[in-house]
C-alpha cells in the first residue's frame, strides 16, 4: 500500500501563503481522487479540497478562492497553495487518496498550520 506523507506547515501571519506538499510512495494519482483535509482543536476533520484522477478540482466554501489544489504527475505529489490566510484557517493538514468515497490509505500525521499575528 502506497504512503503519503505530508509536509509544509509552519507559522504564517494573517494575510500569509504556505504551500503544502503530499508525497505517495507510488504512482496513485491516476487511481484516486487526492484530497486535503484539516482538523483544528476541538473539532472534527472537515474536507478543504479534492482533485480527481481527471484532474478536476472541487474546494470547501471557506477556501473558494484563497487556496489552489495541483499535482504532479512525475513526482507523485498533490499541492495546496494557501494564499490569504487567515487565523481561522489554523489546523493540522492531512491529505489521502479517496475511492467510492472512502479514505484508501491511513491518515498520516499531517502538517500543522498555524495563523496568527
Given amino acids: 500500500q502506497a504512503q503519503l506523507v505530508e509536509s509544509g506547515g509552519g507559522l504564517v501571519q494573517p494575510g500569509g501563503s504556505l504551500r503544502l506538499s503530499c508525497a505517495a510512495s507510488g504512482s496513485?494519482?491516476?487511481?484516486?481522487?487526492?484530497?486535503?483535509?484539516?482538523?483544528?482543536?476541538?473539532?472534527?476533520?472537515?474536507?478543504v479540497a479534492t482533485i480527481t484522477s481527471g484532474g478536476s478540482a472541487n474546494y470547501a466554501d471557506s477556501v473558494k478562492g484563497r487556496f489552489t489544489i495541483s499535482r504532479d504527475l512525475a513526482k507523485n505529489t498533490v499541492y495546496?497553495?494557501?494564499?490569504?490566510?487567515?487565523?481561522?484557517?489554523?489546523?493540522?493538514?492531512?491529505?489521502?487518496?479517496?475511492?467510492?468515497?472512502?479514505?484508501?490509505?491511513?491518515?498520516?500525521?499531517?502538517?500543522?498550520?498555524?495563523?496568527?499575528?
Fill in 28 to 47: 496513485i494519482f491516476n487511481i484516486y481522487h487526492m484530497a486535503w483535509y484539516r482538523q483544528a482543536p476541538g473539532k472534527q476533520r472537515e474536507f
Fill in 80 to 117: 495546496l497553495q494557501m494564499n490569504s490566510l487567515k487565523p481561522e484557517d489554523t489546523a493540522v493538514y492531512y491529505c489521502n487518496g479517496f475511492l467510492g468515497g472512502r479514505p484508501r490509505f491511513d491518515w498520516g500525521q499531517g502538517t500543522q498550520v498555524t495563523v496568527s499575528s
